[in-house]
Each structure stands twice: as structure tokens, then as C-alpha cells.
């Protein structure tokens, strides 16, 4: 399952990305027009900057901006990012494998065969999407959208 955190952290990437040509745009302004705690976005925020998605300025006219174009944020970095491994079985995770305590035989086991099949398609959606891509599908379906006035 999405957790609340990495949901946030790509609805406020969708909304920099869609206001790309605004100057930056504050923590509070964002975390109010998408429905998101602002506390809880400034964590988000700070994982997202440190990890090079956001560029940051400070002072009176402060903000964030995007610092990679919406078309190079895949949202499989994001999702790892924010919730870490996409796995939703130790045994079936690339990155942070551990063998199940209760498997009695692993090479033959068919909830890790199962689960493999399900993070191969799920990688494949999360590699072969970003940003960018989720705003011209929202846009396809929704072409009132309006976005913020700069």
C-alpha cells in the first residue's frame, strides 16, 4: 500500500511540476492547496531537497521549485524514497532481501512466486512513470484543470 507520506510527496511533486514557471512557491501555499499538513510536507519537502528533487530558497520570497525536470522524477525513486522498498515481501525485495523466518523452503515457496510477479509489474508501472506522465493523464481527463496564477 501507497503510505500517506509518499502520496503527499507525489501530489506536491504533480503541483511544482504543473506551476513549474511560478517563482518559488512556499511550504504553507502548497500544503493548503493540496489538502496536505503542512508539517507533514515540510518533512516530505526536506527528504525530497536532500535527495536532489527540490531546490529550496529562503528569505521573503522563499520557496520550492522542481530541481529535475518532471520527466526525470520516476515515481519508483519517489515510492523507495519516501516508503522504501517496493517488495511487499522481505523474500521478493532487489535491494533489501531477507529470508521469511516461518519458510520452510523457499526455492518452492508460492507466496514469494506470487509476490516476485507482483513487484516485476509494479516496478514496471512506478519505472515507466513520472511526473510528467501524471500530469498529461490528468490533464487528458480533466482539461478544466486550472492551475496557480503566477
Not at 511560478?22 to 536532500?50: C, D, H, Q, T, W
Amino acid at each position: 500500500m501507497l503510505s500517506k507520506k509518499a502520496k503527499y510527496a507525489i501530489k506536491a511533486l504533480i503541483f511544482l511540476a504543473k506551476n513549474v514557471d511560478s517563482p518559488p512557491l512556499p511550504v504553507s501555499k502548497i500544503a493548503g492547496l493540496e489538502k496536505i499538513p503542512k508539517k507533514y510536507l515540510e518533512v516530505v519537502f526536506l527528504e525530497l531537497r536532500n535527495a536532489g528533487y527540490l531546490f529550496s530558497k529562503k528569505g521573503i520570497s522563499g520557496g520550492y521549485v522542481l530541481s529535475k525536470p518532471a520527466q526525470e522524477i520516476f515515481l519508483v525513486a519517489i515510492v523507495r524514497l519516501m516508503d522504501g522498498p517496493i517488495a511487499r515481501v522481505s523474500c521478493a525485495s532487489a535491494f533489501h532481501y531477507r529470508s521469511c523466518d516461518e519458510c520452510l523452503d523457499e526455492a518452492t515457496c508460492s507466496i514469494k512466486k506470487v509476490y516476485l510477479k507482483i513487484r516485476e509489474e509494479e516496478l514496471k508501472i512506478l519505472s515507466g512513470t513520472s511526473i510528467a506522465d501524471m500530469i498529461s493523464a490528468r490533464q487528458s481527463t480533466n482539461p478544466d484543470l486550472v492551475l496557480l496564477d503566477s
